[in-house]
Structures are given as C-alpha cells and as structure tokens.
C-alpha cells in the first residue's frame, strides 16, 4: 500500500529537522543561516507560513514562505533527496500556492541557487518565470536566479 503525503503547518518540535534539511540541501557550502531558532522564529510569525510534507509520519521535506499585502516569498523548499521524484516537491509547493491565495497574495518570488540546476528546472515545471539573476546573492559567493509566478 502507498503512504500519502501529508500536508500541513510545521509544529516548534520540527524546527531542528527542517533546520538540518536546510543545511544539508539548500545551504550547503555556505553558513547555516537557517538554524532552528530561525526557523522556530518563522514558525511563530503570523506573516509565514512553514510547512511540512510528511510520509509515513515522518517529515520529508518543508517549505516556508513569507507573506506581505500581494506578494509572498518563498524563501526555502527542500525535499530529503531520498524521497524526491515522488512529486512531494510540487504537491507541496501547490499547497503553498493555495494557502498564498486564500490570503489574497497575487504574485509569488523566490530565488534559487544559480547552480542548482534540478531546482531551476523545478520552479520552471510549476509555472515559475525566470525574471533575472543576481550577482553574489548568497553571501558574496553564488549568484542566484529570481523568479516569479503570478497567481491567478
């Protein structure tokens, strides 16, 4: 029988998984930015959303965005690398989506890493344009690629 992925708010206990997600799948090579206070931080600010995708119980990945008056920012989305090609990346970056539309957000950015090539592709497969690339974005080091989606 297939589990089905789970979807919802991440509770304070996760904060160090994601934390460690983060490090070992988005931020690696650079500092740790996203600590478990920090993304303790996230999960009480009423303007963010962290969430988790979970299967068989267990988390297997997290996205969390940021909300303003229209626009939100997805600041991070990381799937475990053993549970990807599963679509977990896309359901939960849908749930986003729709949780950024009942809060009357109009139009989505992030940012990815320039060489991360698989999360360019990514963003690109669910609709997201590439809107410009920005030197030394991450810590002087990497460049990063903006996109953006507007919501319809």
Known sequence: MLAVPDIRLAVPQEARHIAELSRDNIEFG??????????????????TNVAVVLKRDQVRGFGIMHYGDE????????????QRHQRLGARLAAWLEQSA??????DIRLEARADNLAAIAFYQRLGFAQSGRIA???EGILDAVRFGKRLE
């Open 30 to 47: 650079l500092s740790w930015s996203w600590t478990a206070a920090r993304v303790l931080q996230a999960i009480h600010d009423p303007s």
């Open 136 to 138: 030394g974005y991450y």
């Open 101 to 106: 539309r009942a809060a009357g957000i109009f």
């Open 71 to 82: 626009t939100g920012h997805l600041a991070l989305l990381a799937i475990d690398p053993a």
